[in-house]
């Protein structure tokens, strides 16, 4: 595989009107550049963000998350020609392909960006741009042809005729390029056009002059290229995305109730014959086993596991916890940093006390197989729980437990015989 991306992603995304950089924001509890770096994952060996606004956090991102990406600081930003030539010097003498892509497109698939390679293989391309036909193209940069259909070249909206305006086929920022042809070009472009930027756009009309093989892949589904600039761009994104998700389960054998009020995240892998009730939000990474009942009104925030035949109810939080199988957690309970057995009973209303906010420690709580909790339990971290124990209900636990045993810590009922009616004399 001799394919290395550059991401896109410096620029200042203003209409955010936010104090994090725009591809942090998060659809689902995933960075848009995550879903951008995903979708490269199996594709490129190595990735190169463009960074500029807010250069610090996007790195400070990249390093604990994406190994395989680097980033390269573009400043100032002069345009996305200029942003792409900063890349060049980690790529000196790189034979193979370049994919080029924005940060702020979540939306495009694996499987488009392997047929977009596939064809410019096919086509043994130079320079393939991606295009899609829009029947509002304002604002794109135009994809003009020649007579017999071959590309001209892009022109940016700004720049265009009102004949160049008139043409629906757009440029959907995506390339991909014989990094050995074409990567001459980014000493040579020039800022002469009316924004005074330097146009990666203009590497078509420079791949023509030099007689190189320049083709357009047109892109089937407009949703994929849909870019993110504002608030309002963000919940439609993360609409498409979920509704995406939703049909692929369906399409496994998952039963979502209620598709219009279900939230479940792209990293959410679903066994099936499982049943999501409506209302049900899971993000981050969650692995969900075959025969289960998920809500209604089930929330997952991630490094979540749970085994076949598991019932996690109505009001169940769920985060960084590993449920076996067979286990019920059927109502009002926060579950986390925890690891729980086979055919364990959760009561109503029991609390994991997974966090110390004075140390600032997390700790885990471990239930072994067949263990019972009354309802309206707190369980203090770091706890265990050794099989068959019991808890009664509305028991603070704060010490590792026996197997077999009860554990209990309530006072004594007292009952006042009569108190009522001695009230009054
Ligand atoms: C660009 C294309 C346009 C295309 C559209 C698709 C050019 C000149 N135009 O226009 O033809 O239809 O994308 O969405 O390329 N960026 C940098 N450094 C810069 C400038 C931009 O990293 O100096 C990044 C931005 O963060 C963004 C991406 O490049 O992720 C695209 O920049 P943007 O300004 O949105 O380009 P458009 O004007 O929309
Ligand atoms: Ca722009």
């Not at 002069?78 to 994919?99: E, N, Q, W």
């Not at 940016?156 to 005729?161: G, H, I, R, S, W």
């Not at 995305?241 to 219009?260: F, Q, S």
Request: a neutral charge; charged letters at 25%; one cysteine or more.
């Amino acid at each position: 595989m001799d394919i290395k991306s550059i991401i896109l992603a410096a620029g200042k995304g203003t209409r955010m009107k936010s104090n994090t950089p725009k591809v942090l924001h998060k659809i689902m509890d995933k960075t848009l550049l995550g879903y951008v770096l995903d979708n490269v994952k199996n594709i490129a060996d190595e990735s190169f963000v463009i960074v500029g606004h807010h250069a610090e956090e996007v790195e400070k991102f990249l390093g604990e998350n994406y190994k395989n990406a680097k980033a390269v600081l573009q400043s100032p930003q002069l345009g996305t020609g200029d942003a792409v030539s900063k890349a060049c010097p980690f790529l000196k003498d790189y034979k193979g392909l370049v994919l080029i892509l924005c940060g702020d497109t979540p939306l495009i698939t694996e499987k488009t960006l392997k047929e977009f390679i596939e064809f410019h293989k096919m086509q043994k391309s130079d320079l393939t741009v991606m295009s899609a036909i829009f029947d509002n193209p304002t604002n794109y940069g135009r994809i003009i042809r020649e007579k017999d259909d071959s590309l001209k070249c892009i022109v940016e909206e700004k720049d265009a005729t009102p004949e160049q305006k008139a043409v629906k086929e757009i440029n959907a920022g995506i390339y991909c390029l014989d990094w050995a042809k074409i990567s001459p070009a980014f000493n040579q472009l020039t800022s002469n056009n009316a924004q005074g930027e330097y146009y990666l756009t203009d590497i078509i009309e420079w791949g023509k002059k030099n007689k190189l093989s320049v083709n357009a892949y047109t892109l089937k589904n407009n949703e994929e290229i849909f870019g993110i600039n504002s608030r309002l761009h963000l919940a439609e994104a993360t609409k498409i995305m979920n509704k995406r998700k939703l049909v692929e389960l369906m399409e496994n054998g998952v039963t979502i109730v209620d598709p219009d009020s279900t939230w479940i995240s792209e990293d959410t892998e679903i066994g099936k014959d499982t049943i999501i009730y409506p209302s049900t939000y899971l993000e981050g990474k969650n692995k969900i086993g075959e025969n289960c009942k998920i809500g209604p009104f089930a929330h997952f925030r991630g490094g979540v596991e749970v085994a076949d035949n598991v019932k996690i109810g109505n009001f169940v939080e769920v985060k960084k916890s590993k449920i076996n199988s067979n286990t019920n957690a059927g109502h009002l309970s926060y579950i986390g940093d925890s690891e729980i057995g086979e055919h364990v009973n959760i009561g109503a209303g029991t609390i994991t006390a997974n966090y110390n906010p004075i140390t600032k420690v997390k700790s885990k709580t471990i239930l072994h197989d067949n263990v019972k909790i009354g309802s309206n339990a707190v369980l203090v971290a770091p706890v265990e729980l050794q099989e068959w124990v019991n808890v009664g209900a509305g028991s603070v636990i704060t010490k590792n437990v026996e197997k077999n045993s009860l554990a209990l810590t309530r006072s004594p009922l007292r009952v006042i015989k009569d108190w009522v009616k001695n009230l009054n004399n």
